[in-house]
């Protein structure tokens, strides 16, 4: 398939462009449907605006404004701000009290690896059993002649 340069008008500016053979090469291995419909200068200046108008990224980068709702911590009492709505029934925790209480509790995985240790040392410790019975080989399989002599 050839590619020749195209003459496209840029929609903000109304000037024209040139829409060149490998941007038409690049535009078909990216699979993109649509031609471009600003000039380079164009986009350059309206990615430009859309950097300055959000400094800290985020949903806020995207226009999206997230919803605050007001409530006090249910550990310390004060006011707060939460980035959801709070549901009957649940805690809700300021920053700092969150921050805590996540140091203070131990993850799952350690929970469990405790756990796991120390039902293994009662076990051992527990045992009734004598040392040597539990080392004892498996009894060998016996044959018809031998379980036979046996009776």
Do not use: H, W
Not at 12 to 31: I, N, P, R
Not at 128 to 146: G, H
Request: proline share 8%.
């Amino acid at each position: 398939m050839d590619f020749v340069d195209r003459i496209l008008t840029c929609t903000d500016c109304g000037g024209q462009f040139v829409f060149t053979a490998g941007e038409q090469l690049f535009f078909l291995d990216k699979q993109f449907k649509n031609d471009p419909k600003r000039c380079k200068p164009c986009k350059s200046r309206r990615g430009a605006q859309a950097v300055s108008a959000t400094p800290g990224g985020g949903p806020a980068a995207a226009g999206i404004s997230r919803t605050e709702t007001r409530t006090e911590c249910s550990e310390c009492g004060i006011s707060t701000t939460v980035p959801f709505k709070p549901t009957q029934g649940r805690p809700v925790l300021c920053r700092q009290c969150y921050k805590n209480k996540m140091t203070a509790a131990p993850t799952a995985a350690e929970t469990a690896s405790a756990a796991e240790t120390a039902a293994s040392d009662f076990v051992t410790a527990n045992s009734s059993a004598p040392t040597e019975a539990r080392r004892q080989p498996p009894p060998q399989n016996l044959t018809a002649a031998d379980s036979a002599s046996a009776i």
